[in-house]
């Protein structure tokens, strides 16, 4: 059975950092497309970062742009996101996702086939 499951999270001060894990049992994940989401608490799902397959491809929402990095390590069956410069704003459910997919990569939730259950980020003074 294929599953995603992220972790990482917490509270953190604005201005902090945080690295969030999303690891997949079931399947190898160097065969897919990776995107990570957020959303807060009476907003739609973003789609924040999004990796290819081999690593070729990567895109940042402008809101995360320059703070966040995401990376992936196909060894180890898991992909990163990296936040830096946390924003009261950052605060969220974040979520990572798979599709099938070679040398793209899209922020479109829709795009994505299988979820993880989601990690909260909560930044706060």
């Known amino acids: 059975q294929l599953q995603l499951m992220e972790s990482g999270g917490g509270l953190v001060q604005p201005g902090g950092s945080l690295r969030l894990s999303c690891a997949a049992s079931?399947?190898?994940?160097?065969?897919?497309?990776i995107g990570w989401f957020r959303q807060a608490p009476g907003k739609e799902r973003e789609g924040v970062s999004c990796?290819?397959?081999?690593?070729?491809?990567?895109s940042y929402a402008a809101s995360v742009k320059g703070r966040f990095t995401i990376s992936r390590d196909n060894v180890k069956n898991t992909v990163y996101l990296q936040m830096k410069s946390l924003k009261p704003e950052d605060t969220g459910v974040y979520y990572c996702a798979a599709v099938t997919g070679w040398e793209y990569c899209g922020r479109q939730a829709n795009e994505y086939h299988y979820w993880g259950q989601g990690t909260q980020v909560t930044v706060s003074s």
């Open positions: 079931g399947f190898s994940l160097d065969s897919y497309v």
């Open positions: 990796i290819s397959r081999g690593g070729g491809t990567i």
